[in-house]
């Protein structure tokens, strides 16, 4: 029950510059909205429930209500500096169940083909009883920016693929995109793609396929493991502002009838706890004061110490260490590494590429001939895995002789904050 709120929140550790830990506990978030294009209280209501329309007849988007949740963090960790200083360990969302009983525990992720029609081929029944509650971040779109939406800005046209706050996920070729329709229609403009959840919702004392009691929390524990997943933390760090949005591949009972959806406590809930943030990490300095490439704090981190150089190549993995700094991977891990590998032909299409990449970012495939000019090659990235995936050119951009590169773009805050 809520039985009192702590405005800015715990600092755990009390991070008062560069090289220090923190651990932030949100008592509650600074803004959050039920994203339903016919709630009438935005901003200001108590409950935020989450279900699915399926099908194109409704018009709407399959993830059709949403829970949009976002934390002012700049007090907590500063922001403004480049996102890799700003090194993720852990980061949780607890929230707290209204209803009783209106819907069952699924601990464990759905395979993307259990969410398509019966009728397409690569369908499969879901292998458990209910559907997990799943965490994605955010986006938004028409002229609305993380910095300029908030709990009671207009949702948009309600029609699919249009609200101005949407679930943001990652595809395959780990491009940030609306995952609201990424299973459930048949139209053309909204084919169908697996995607991988920020984290997926659990309640511990709950037993898997038993209903969930009204008074329960519902714990995410993000999968920082994922550099996709990591990088948007970081980004919404040095950018000062975090959204989460959350969502249910399940069904409602419609207008009537006993709801059969999760039903969450808003920050403007009386009696219940409300949404609840702790997100643990370190604040890497820029100092190098051995002055070889590598921030000191980093060393420290990841190293141990100052000893290495970086043209060391620590874990082995055939990297050194100022490469791993620069891509924003673990020079302790030998898993943590972006390469990338000739591949045989496939089809009708040239050689391609065996990609591990563990940084955050869409990398971009670029090829050159003559090892002097490059340009964005044309082809089909895909990861089905956080780390390891494939890219395969079209066949028109074969050509006799080729090299090809990994570039990642670096992107830029949306916070107009600097150090």
Sequence with gaps: MNSGRLV???????????GAEFQHEFAQPSRDRWMYPFNATPGTRAAAP??????????????????????DTEEAVPPGHPRAHYWITAARLELTVLRPDSFIH???PDPFESGLPPEDPRAIPDPDPGRPIELFGAGFRN?????????????????TGRRNAFAAGFNPARQRVDVGNNVGKTNEAYSPFPTRPFAIGIVTDVAAG????????????VNVADPDVRGYLQESLRSGRLWLTVTWLGESSGLSGTPTYPDFATRDNLVYDPPRL????VL?????????????????????GRDSTGDDDSDGDGVNNITEWLQGTDPGSDRSVLRIQPQPAVADSGPGLAITDDGPGAPVVEVS??????????GRLEFLEPRNGHWIPDSESVEPVQFFRLRRPDPEPESPTTP
């Design 143 to 159: 002229e609305f920016t993380a910095w300029t939406f908030e709990e009671s800005s207009p949702f948009g046209p309600a029609s």
């Design 369 to 378: 001939t003559d090892l002097k000019e490059w340009r964005e090659a044309t």
């Design 106 to 108: 699924d601990p464990t």
């Design 210 to 221: 038993d209903p969930v009691p009204a008074g329960a929390t519902v714990r995410f524990d």
């Design 50 to 71: 989450v279900f699915s329309t399926f099908g194109d007849e409704a018009g709407v988007d399959t993830r059709h209500g949403q829970f949009l949740i976002g934390w």
């Design 8 to 18: 800015a929140g715990i600092t755990l550790g009390v991070l008062t510059g560069f």
């Design 278 to 281: 702790t997100i643990e990490g």
């Design 284 to 304: 890497i300095g820029p100092d190098d004061d051995d002055e070889d490439g590598l921030p000191d704090d980093w060393e420290r981190l990841f190293l141990g």
